[in-house]
């Protein structure tokens, strides 16, 4: 699992409510990226990072914000969370080739 | 929007037979990505392919890449129970780091005893 983990696993949380997500790596990868898996989407790009303090948008980064203060961890903030943003999140880092190692997936509901 | 779209969307096999899925995208790649699946478990990589190959194996699998095509298959042989799985294409495109990947939609694979 290249020593990626996700925090929390699951959260319910209600409409209009911040929540923020964490990703977390023990081995100094560069990259970082956050997607969200939705039925008949596969997994879409919302943020990903190059370095500390270094992020991008995705493909779906409306509604999300992201900081990355030091190597290790890659956070996601949903600032007011809404219920199309239910969904299954996925951190990921890059190894020194081009392949992605995921993390094990938070599961969010929001009410 | 996806680059990838693989087909089919899903596929019901038996233990021993052989399992191919398909994957169409859109624009140039740098290189084309298999990734597995296991239900409720996050994404694990299979096998890349560069856009000046042709075709790579990796034990029991098999894909091919067809840029003129733009198109990717994946084969598993002789498979098994434990296969059972999503799988999905990704692809990396040309214009520089080839530092995001574009997931499909995927496969659901089942396979029975």
């Known amino acids: 699992d290249a020593g990626i983990t996700q925090s929390p696993r699951h959260k319910v949380t209600e409409t209009g409510t911040p929540v923020t997500l964490r990703c977390h790596q023990t081995?100094?990868?560069?990259?970082m990226y956050w997607y969200r898996q939705d039925p008949g989407h596969g997994l879409r790009l919302i943020h990903y990072?190059?370095?500390?303090?270094?992020?991008d948008k995705g493909e779906v980064s409306d509604g999300y914000s992201v900081s990355r203060s030091k190597t290790e961890d890659f956070l996601l903030t949903l600032e007011s969370a809404t219920s199309s943003q239910t969904s299954v999140y996925f951190c990921?880092?890059?190894?020194?080739?081009?392949?992605?190692?995921f993390g094990p997936g938070t599961r969010l509901l929001v009410l | 929007s996806q680059q990838g779209e693989e087909d089919p969307q899903a596929l019901s096999i038996q233990e021993g037979e052989n399992a191919t899925m398909n994957c169409s995208y859109k624009t140039s790649i740098n290189n084309l990505q298999w990734y597995r699946q296991n239900s409720g478990r996050g994404l694990v990589h299979l096998i890349l392919i560069r856009s000046n190959e042709r075709e790579k194996h990796s034990g029991r699998l098999r894909v091919t890449l067809d840029t003129s095509k733009k198109s990717s298959s994946l084969l598993i042989t002789a498979s098994r129970a434990a296969d059972t799985a999503s799988y999905f294409c990704?692809?990396?495109?040309?214009?520089?780091?080839?530092?995001?990947?574009?997931f499909g939609t995927g496969t659901r694979l089942q396979v029975t005893l």
């Open positions: 081995e100094n990868h560069r990259y």
């Open positions: 990921a880092i890059r190894s020194t080739g081009e392949t992605q190692y």
């Open positions: 990072s190059y370095g500390v303090k270094d992020t």
């Open positions: 990704a692809t990396a495109d040309d214009t520089g780091t080839a530092s995001k990947l574009t």
